[in-house]
Nanobody, 125 residues
């Protein structure tokens, strides 16, 4: 049973930075698709970034390209989302998700099997 635990959320002013962490446990797969999603009140959950652990390939939503970077420490089974130049529109609950390698193809929420509990990011103007 895969468990994901996020941390690192908080409140910052526009232009600030945060680093989210996602610690995974309980899996034996060598290749996964790990992703970060976010959901603001009244909005649908949207993909922010994803990484295919086998090759290290990364994917980003257009809205965060150049500002967010997803990385991994496979030995620690921890994935990170470095968020720079944060904007008020980045305010949301951020979730870590894990799925099989096929999940990285379309990166829809329904493609992912395991989810963390979420960590809140609030950006004030």
């Amino acid at each position: 049973h895969v468990q994901l635990v996020e941390s690192g959320g908080g409140s910052v002013r526009a232009g600030g930075s945060l680093r989210l962490s996602c610690a995974a446990s309980g899996y034996t797969y060598t290749s996964l698709c790990m992703a970060w999603f976010r959901q603001a009140p009244g909005k649908e959950r949207e993909g922010v970034a994803a990484i295919y652990t086998g090759a290290g390939s990364t994917y980003y939503a257009d809205s965060v390209k150049g500002r967010f970077t997803m990385s991994q420490d496979f030995a620690k089974k921890t994935w990170y989302l470095q968020m720079n130049n944060l904007k008020p529109e980045d305010t949301a609950m951020y979730y870590c998700a894990a799925g099989g390698m096929g999940s990285c193809l379309f990166r829809k929420p329904s493609d992912f099997t395991y989810w963390g509990q979420g960590t809140q990011v609030t950006v004030s103007s």
